[in-house]
C-alpha cells in the first residue's frame, strides 16, 4: 500500500526510537518522520507538518498504544519549552536510553564494535538540580521565559521544577519587578536574566544581559534587587561575542557581591553567575567519585578546558602538580582566586590561552613537558584535530576524557585509536535529568 506523505496528510505509524531533541523516529513508505511527543514501542496518530528530500516532520494527533515506560511530564510548559526532552520517559528508562545513545555513537561513529559502556549514573531525585538557569527577557510582555523547542520564541513561566527552590523562587519575582513602574526600565534593554545558587550555601547572584552597559539598571538596582529573593548581589553582563550570546565577556557589580561560594569535595569555591561551573553538583561529585581511584599517587596533570577550575584543583588537592588552560579570561581569574582561596596557588597554574595554541606554542613546553595525564573537558563540538595530534605527539601515558556530546566523542576517540590510545571504561553520567544529554568519561591508555 502506498502511504502519502505531504503537508497535511494524517498517518498512523509506529516509532522506535528518540533523539536526543525529544523527536521520536517513525517511518512512512520509507521516508523517515520525526515527531515530538511518541516514544519507542507506541503508535500515535500524527498530521505531517513538512516533507524535506530525505525525511518528514509531523506534529502528534493523539497516542494509540503506549509504552509501558511512559510517565505523566510533571512541567506544565512540557512539549512547549525546548529545556527538557523526556519528561514522559520513566527515569530508569532515560538512564538507560542514555546508555544506548553512547553506545550507538561509539560503535557507527567511533569503529568500536566490542567496547563497553557502563551503565548510566543518575540521581537519587531527577528534579530541581540545576544550580544555574538563563531566562530569556521577553521584551512583548511583562514576564521572563525560556526558549520554545526550535524557536526563539518565547514560553513565559511563572516556575521551573528543574531548578534548585532557591532559583525557582526567584522567577515570579522577577515577572513582578519587570510589570512593576518602578523598575519595569531596568529590564527595557535586558535580554537574558541568568541567575545561579550554591547547595551548599543557599546563596543567589542573578546577572541582567544587556549590550551595553545599562544606565537604567544601573540606577534601579537596588529597587530590583529588593524585589528577589534574598539575593547576594546583583550584576550587569555585557559586551556579547555573537547575538545569540546569553552572557556578556564583561560585568560589572551593581548591588551586593558578583559571586556566591559553593563546596565540594573538600574545596570551596567562588564562582559567579556566568562562571564556567558544572551546573549539577551531585553528579559533579560523582565524577569525582570515579576519577579519586585514578589519582593515588601524585601526577603531572594537563587540564585542558578547565573553566573555572572545578577539576583541576580538585587534582592538586589530591595531591598532583596541574596546569590548567582554559581561553576565557573571566574562567581563569576565577580559577586562580579558587587556587588561593583553597591554599593550591602553588600546585596549579592556569593560563589563558586556546587548547591548541598553549599545546602548540614553545613557551609552553616547559609547563607541558612530563605530563603523566590529560584531562580533557572540551565543549560540545569536541577537541580540534590539531589538539589531539599535539597530545598523541607528546606519548601522553593516560587521557581522561569527559565529553557531552556522544558524537564528537566518538570521533575523537576514533582519531586517538588510530595515534595508538585504547579505550577502557566508557562511563556516561546524568547531569541533565530529563533532557537529551549525556555526560561521558572516557578512560584512555596509550598502548
Partial sequence: MTISVSPGSELELAFTDVLANGQAVGRAGGIV???????PAER?????TAVKPK????????????????VAPFCPVFGECG????????????LAWKREVVRNALVRIGGFAEISVADTIGMRNPRAYRNKMSLVVDRSSKRVGFYKQRSHDVVQIDGCPIVL?????????????????VTADAFERARHVVARTSRATGQVVVTVTTDRPDEALKAKAAQVAGKLDRIAGLTNSYDLSGSNAIVGRKQRTLTGSATIEESMGGLRYRVSSGSFFQVNVEI???ILERLDPLLGRP???LDLYCGAGAFALYFAKRGSTVVGIEENALAVAEARENAALNGLASSVRFHTSTVEHALTNPGMAKDVAGTEAVFLDPPRKGCEERALTAIAARRIPAIWYLSCDPA???RDLKFLAAKGYRPGEVQPFDMFPQTGHVETLALLALS
Fill in 408 to 410: 564528537t566523542l566518538a
Fill in 284 to 286: 559533579l561529585e560523582r
Fill in 165 to 181: 527552590p532557591r532559583l525557582d523562587a526567584q522567577i515570579p519575582r522577577l515577572n513582578a519587578a519587570k510589570a512593576d513602574p
Fill in 55 to 70: 525525511y518528514a516532520v509531523a506534529q502528534l494527533l493523539s497516542i494509540l498504544e503506549t509504552s509501558p515506560q511512559r
Fill in 44 to 48: 500515535a496518530r500524527v498530521r505531517i
Fill in 299 to 301: 601526577l603531572r596533570i
Fill in 33 to 39: 518522520v520525526f515527531c515530538f511527543g511518541p516514544l
Fill in 83 to 94: 529545556g527538557c526532552q523526556l519528561q514522559h520517559l520513566a527515569y530508569p528508562a532515560q
